[in-house]
């Protein structure tokens, strides 16, 4: 494998990391009321509830600071030391890309960032989670 492919490949991993990452956050959150309703005992563990509450708190910082998250910077630096592709290849990376990332005012995120994660801080009244010991 040259370093190019494997470069590439890291670069795939790592979207495709970052996609799971998202997608547990806006899973996470969904389930977590659906369970309410459905009366799933799983959506009540603390230690779910405490690392999804902790991934939300991280993107919502990073929107408030203005900086970029760490996942898509050392995406781009791989994508880079691949041969300087950077959003077109492969057929994981265009279509992980095409959900991830999208276009808007830096504003509309921060807005978004921030009121997803009052919507998790909330799931925490509406459906507090318990500890079992």
Known sequence: ???ESFYRLAADVLLV???LFAAFLVLGVVAIYLGRWLSWAWVLNFWF???HL???AI???Q???GTI???TVWEMRLRELSGGERYEGTFIQHWVQTILYYEAP???FFVVYTLFGGLIVASWFIVPPRRHE
Do not use: G, K, N, Y
């Open 69 to 71: 998250c760490p996942l």
């Open 54 to 56: 902790a991934a939300i």
């Open 63 to 65: 929107s408030w600071v």
């Open 1 to 3: 494998m040259s370093a």
């Open 49 to 51: 509830r405490l690392s």
């Open 106 to 108: 830096e504003w509309v």
């Open 59 to 61: 993107v919502v910082f």
């Open 17 to 19: 990391s970052h996609a």
